[in-house]
């Protein structure tokens, strides 16, 4: 198989590469761009640790070829801080005790942040759908939920809303 | 209770800001120059005999820069005890299951990796195969390791006598027989291994560990080295849960290839090989008897579990133990015999887990709910007559010092709102209790204890150095919260230095649930040995005596008067201009019966501390699909104290997803001739978040007298008890008691179909 070679912007930025046909956006995404912050969990399109938007929507970057990925705006857990601030929901996710091992939190970051977008005011049961294609083995998940309910919404009777607010 | 600053309060992990920006870097997202891909040849047959190994056309291919297999390794061993050093790093003799190392191979990249795996030629000759552990013990054929007779690899054997005559003299007796299949840890994280050695021949190493110098020492083993040459390094962990403590075959196949190239070497396990060969949770067939009296204490009880071990020793003697230790620290028991047998098979190797032997614990606690129901009794007075009680020794004979059980037990009755549930709830649904007890630590002889040090630099922050290992539960955090604690610092403070076996010392890593007790207690003594150097200077400042101090917020002031202070940072200053060190040491050993071994002598104490807990569990079960939904998790173990509810409270709820929701309902392996059917995620299923049920957690403080501010284990008997109620709660909504687990949707509609329904309770 011949390489080609391919631009595409990632978290706005544009890099040109050069993959083979089958190389999976997951693979160009960590071996050839650094951006390891997408994890390789199952790589069979199960695990959701290696979830990136597409266009703003949620994709398996293991189940992506990277030529697919052309012409589309690619955003990673590496793009959802600005300027070393924090999103609202990776603060959520600090503050709610919603990382443990870290290893599925950017695909959970990317699955939560990608349904807030579209839906700002989820409720618990739609939360827990949109995650569902993100396993977690450390937190059973309350806490990841919570995250994402309370996301830029600091709830006036969870203690850990609280403590974000005194510290800002 | 208490006027800490720091310690007791919700704090965000120190840990979580680089993991949420995808900057923490496990080991497979490291990229070292010149690194070359490793991969692993494995066997093909369950049991072989290795005939030949022909590396030629491997070696001989563009981009393989090493080909290793046993000649290598000289047919060198491992094993977690002199006793069990049964498992060669690559196979030189037999493979004994599908999966055993044979090979290994470093390359240029992954495509030439595999290309040269298919290139290596074995030739085996295959033989008769025992999947079975009892078939294993009554097997006439080839042994699987020939100093095993009827394959049995472990035999633990306690009897506190008295037990014939205890079960003579009971009122009611039961024996009733309990089985699991093997569940795996699908960590989040697949296994991997960097390795390099470097100028000075010293092997540096990176791995996903339960202990870092854990690995460090057999490594050092292995190659010949000085421990102070195989530098294990600090990497961010995507969990363990007992399957990461012990070395690695691939740990020193990575290293080897590292050796052999001079260059850095990459492995990193597919999903598969993580399931595969890494370890697994043991198969349990256990039969417990019980004798109780009129009043439902227990008399006498005989429990003989048959594990299902695998090709190899691996944690075997501690493996076979557990699961009676955490019976007989959570109940008490007039007399006891007990006979646990680890059987050698073809299969996988097994190791601990979280929720040790579930066949184990919920078999024990269905069957005190068999014997409460023909008793007439309500389950909760059955645990509270023989739950453990603070100042009481175990049956074999290690003290209790702290103890809460019946607290867990009362508070989650109040919560979860038992007394108007239980036998009261419509057809097909139910509720149910489990409680149970773990170990502080185990003794681990010369690396039973942690040492730490810290140093204050001169702008009034402080480095701390331990050996301290995170796995993901918040070890990080909980070492900064008692150095900041005790030095008077703000957690920013804190610089953290911890897991590296180069520049921390010996430390018994997160193996036996031990990190906070051991490790989090060095630091402690350290702090608080540095904080009295600086109280001494900052004493003959204020003119005061050193005692009147205290430290806080950067502060150190005299306690009655804190208008009278100077900053930590102005003390630091001038101790380094009088020539006075501002750095110190310190160290925790347990004090544990040292002459306790798990086989030979399973008597003395055992650890300092253990926890206690209660969960309770409410299900509906679906009396057409056989589906269980849990309506509610109602958890409380005595933590001691709970250095960071908010941490506890994480531990706590994925205590529940492992222990109860995964592991009794969905979690187990499938077999075809020793091949594991449902390696990957797709095939095995975990739960999700749309599974969970609600979780409410309760923290009870006993307040250990020797645990750190009293903190002992936190949430592994959750995972342990969550086990018990899951299948206690499922049994009293169907009416009949489940004695196969995990209770899958087959079982449940067979026990159903054959009781018809009837309510239990």
Request: glycine residues 8%.
């Amino acid at each position: 198989m011949e390489k080609i070679e391919i631009t595409l912007t990632i978290n706005e930025t544009p890099y040109e590469v050069r993959v083979l046909p089958n190389d999976t956006l997951l693979e160009v995404l960590r071996d050839k761009l650094d951006l390891t912050g997408s994890k390789e969990g199952c790589d069979e399109g199960v695990c959701g640790s290696c979830t990136v938007h597409m266009d703003g929507k949620p994709v398996r970057s293991c189940l992506t070829l990277a030529l697919e990925a052309q012409g589309t705006q690619i955003k990673t857990v590496e793009g959802l801080a600005q300027n070393g601030e924090l999103s609202d929901l990776q603060q959520s996710f600090v503050d709610h005790g919603a990382v443990q091992c870290g290893f599925c939190t950017p695909g959970m970051l990317m699955a939560g942040d990608a349904l807030l977008k579209d839906n700002p005011n989820p409720d618990e049961n739609t939360i827990r759908r949109a995650l569902s294609g993100n396993i977690c083995r450390c937190t059973g998940y309350a806490k990841i939920v919570e995250a994402v309910a309370h996301a830029g919404k600091p709830q006036a009777h969870c203690p850990d809303c609280q403590t974000s607010k005194q510290d800002n | 209770m208490s006027d800490y600053a720091i310690i007791g309060k919700r704090m965000p992990r120190v840990d979580s800001r680089a993991k949420v920006m995808g900057k923490a870097k496990f080991t497979a997202d490291l990229q070292l120059p010149d690194m070359l891909v490793g991969k692993i040849k494995r066997s093909p047959y369950a049991h072989a005999r290795i005939i030949n190994i022909d590396i030629s056309k491997a070696a001989a291919l563009p981009g393989v820069m090493s080909v290793v297999t046993g000649k290598d390794t000289a047919g060198m061993k491992w094993g977690v005890f002199a006793y069990t050093r049964d498992q060669q790093f690559i196979q030189t003799q037999k493979a004994r299951y599908i999966g055993d190392e044979v090979a290994g191979v470093a390359a240029i990249d992954e495509e030439t990796a595999q290309k040269a795996l298919d290139l290596i030629r074995v030739e085996y000759e295959e033989l008769p195969p025992v999947f079975d552990p009892m078939e294993a013990m009554g097997m006439e054929t080839e042994l699987i390791h020939k100093d095993f007779p009827n394959n049995i690899n472990i035999h633990v054997n306690i009897d506190t006598g008295k037990v014939d005559e205890n079960f003579e003299q009971s009122h009611y007796i039961r024996e009733d027989t309990f089985v699991a299949p093997e569940e795996s840890y699908f960590q989040a994280e697949p296994y991997a291994v960097v390795a390099r050695f470097d100028s000075d021949d010293c092997l540096e190493v990176w791995m996903p560990n339960g202990g870092p110098h854990m690995k460090s020492k057999p490594l050092s083993n292995a190659f010949k080295i000085p421990l102070h040459k195989v530098k294990v390094r600090k990497i961010a962990i995507g969990g363990a849960f007992g399957g990461r403590s012990e070395i690695c075959p691939v740990d020193y196949i990575c290293a080897l290839l590292a050796k052999k190239t001079q260059r850095p070497v990459k492995i990193k396990f597919t999903r598969e090989e993580n399931t595969i060969a890494t370890r697994q949770g043991h198969a349990m067939i256990t039969t417990h008897k019980t004798g109780v009296d009129k009043e439902g204490r227990v008399l006498a009880r005989e429990t003989t579990c048959y594990m299902d071990g695998g090709a190899y020793s691996s944690t075997g003697p501690i493996a076979t133990s557990v699961p009676f230790l955490s019976m007989e620290q959570a109940y008490r028991m007039g007399s006891v015999r007990y006979n646990g047998y680890r059987i050698y098979t073809n299969k996988p190797i097994r190791g601990m887990i979280r929720v040790h032997g579930r066949s184990f614990a919920a078999g024990l606690d269905t069957q005190l709910d068999m014997i409460a129901e023909y008793l007439s009794i309500d389950p909760v007075e059955m645990r509270l007559k023989n739950s453990r009680q603070q100042g009481e020794y175990t049956s074999t004979q290690s003290f209790v010092a702290s103890c809460a059980m019946d607290e867990t037990i009362h508070k989650a009755v109040e919560k979860s709102g038992w007394k108007e549930k239980f036998g009261k709830l419509p057809p097909f649904q139910g509720i149910g209790m489990g409680t149970n007890s773990v170990q502080t630590g185990f003794p681990m002889g010369i690396r039973g204890g942690s040492q730490a040090f810290i140093k204050f630099n001169e702008d009034g922050e402080a480095t701390v150095l331990t050996g301290v290992v995170d796995n993901g539960q918040g070890n990080d955090n909980m070492v900064v919260q008692i150095a900041a604690e005790e030095l008077g610092l703000l957690p920013e403070d804190i610089h953290l230095v911890s897991a590296d076996t180069e520049t921390t010392s010996s430390d018994p890593g997160s193996y036996s649930q031990v990190s906070t007790f051991v490790g989090g207690q060095a630091v402690q003594v350290a702090a608080k040995n540095c904080r009295a150097k600086l109280f001494e200077v900052a004493a003959k400042v204020l003119k005061v005596e050193p005692s009147t101090l205290a430290a806080k917020n950067r502060l150190i002031f005299v306690k009655d008067d804190p208008e009278k202070s100077i900053p930590i940072k102005k003390v630091v200053r001038i101790s380094l201009l009088n020539f006075k060190s501002v750095n110190a040491e310190g160290g925790y050993w347990p004090k544990v019966d040292m002459k306790r071994e798990w086989v030979s002598n399973p008597h003395g104490q055992m650890c300092e501390a253990f926890s206690f807990g209660t969960t309770i569990v409410e299900v509906q079960v679906n009396s057409s699909t056989g589906q269980v939904k849990v309506v509610n998790a109602t958890a409380a173990q005595d933590v001691g104290f709970a250095l960071n509810p908010l941490v506890l409270e994480g531990q706590f709820e994925g205590s529940i997803a492992m222990g109860g929701q995964g592991g009794m309902l969905t979690e187990y392996h499938e077999w075809k001739d020793g091949r594991c059917l449902n390696p990957t995620m797709l095939d095995y299923k975990l739960p999700l978040a749309c599974d969970m049920p609600k979780i409410d957690s309760i923290m009870v403080e006993s307040v250990d007298p020797k645990g750190p501010y009293g903190a002992k284990e936190a949430a592994m008997s959750i995972a342990m008890s969550a086990a018990q109620a899951y299948a206690a709660a499922v049994s009293n909504a169907v009416g009949v008691y489940m004695d196969s687990f995990p209770l899958t949707p087959d079982k449940i509609l067979a026990a159903i179909k054959s009781k018809g329904g009837k309510k239990l309770g």
